[in-house]
């Protein structure tokens, strides 16, 4: 059973460009998660999905940035216009089912804003 | 609020135990553990659960005071593998979103040989 996967794992953008970073979850999960992770930081609460529904978005910045889970394929997190201040890694994680369930993480995408 | 984690850092010699501690000021629903190597994914190490239930790691322990709203992680005959940083994480007490994790701060495990 393959775990989760992101791509890509290093993205350079520079300043005023988009970001896409996509998740796949593993088989048979359908929550996903987004956490952000700035260097030597812990990780922040981003984003939480289910198929084709955004269930909590509260640790989104309010611009600039969205997220999607759609019926077929990966969830996507986007950054339009990025800035210095998003370089950071961005984890996605998925599980069967919410709080007494455990999460697995993706390897994760750096994103480096130059 | 995130959890308050102690100690910040520990540095052990192989075979020494370990104990890390996490404490929440808003009501736990479960507490999630990880380890998280540099530059790697954070990896589940333990989930705590109200009521007792454990699921994890087997050579990993941890307890749950649900009234204290603690929790402590032991390392028992630490390995050099056993490096990384570790991070407690919770769940909230109900609310549709009770599945999000509100992650500590972090602590840093050193094993020399």
């Known amino acids: 059973n393959a775990g989760v996967m992101q791509n890509p794992r290093h993205l350079v953008r520079r300043r005023g460009q988009e970001a896409r970073l996509r998740c796949s979850p593993m088989k048979g999960h359908s929550h996903v998660y987004w956490y952000r992770q700035l260097p030597e930081e812990g990780l922040k609460f981003m984003v939480y999905?289910?198929?084709?529904?955004?269930?909590?978005e509260s640790g989104m910045p309010k611009e600039r940035f969205s997220a999607e889970f759609p019926k077929e394929g990966p969830s996507i997190l986007r950054i339009q216009q990025v800035v210095r201040g998003d370089s950071a890694a961005y984890f996605c994680?998925?599980?069967?089912?919410?709080?007494?369930?455990?999460?697995?993480f993706g390897p994760g995408t750096r994103l480096t804003v130059t | 609020q995130q959890p308050v984690q102690s100690p910040q850092a520990v540095i052990l010699r192989e075979g020494e135990d370990a104990v890390i501690n996490c404490s929440s000021s808003k009501a736990l629903y479960s507490v999630h553990w990880y380890r998280q190597k540099h530059g790697e994914a954070p990896v589940f190490l333990m989930i705590l659960l109200k009521g007792g239930e454990q699921k994890g790691h087997d050579k990993i322990s941890a307890s749950f005071n649900e009234k204290k709203q603690q929790s402590s992680l032991y390392l028992t005959a630490s390995q050099l593998s056993y490096s990384g940083t570790y991070f407690c994480?919770?769940?909230?007490?109900?609310?549709?979103?009770?599945?999000?994790?509100?992650f500590g701060q972090g602590t840093i495990l050193t094993v020399h040989p």
């Open positions: 999905l289910q198929k084709e529904n955004i269930i909590d």
């Open positions: 994680a998925s599980s069967l089912g919410t709080a007494t369930y455990e999460q697995y």
């Open positions: 994480s919770r769940t909230n007490a109900g609310g549709t979103s009770y599945g999000k994790l509100t």
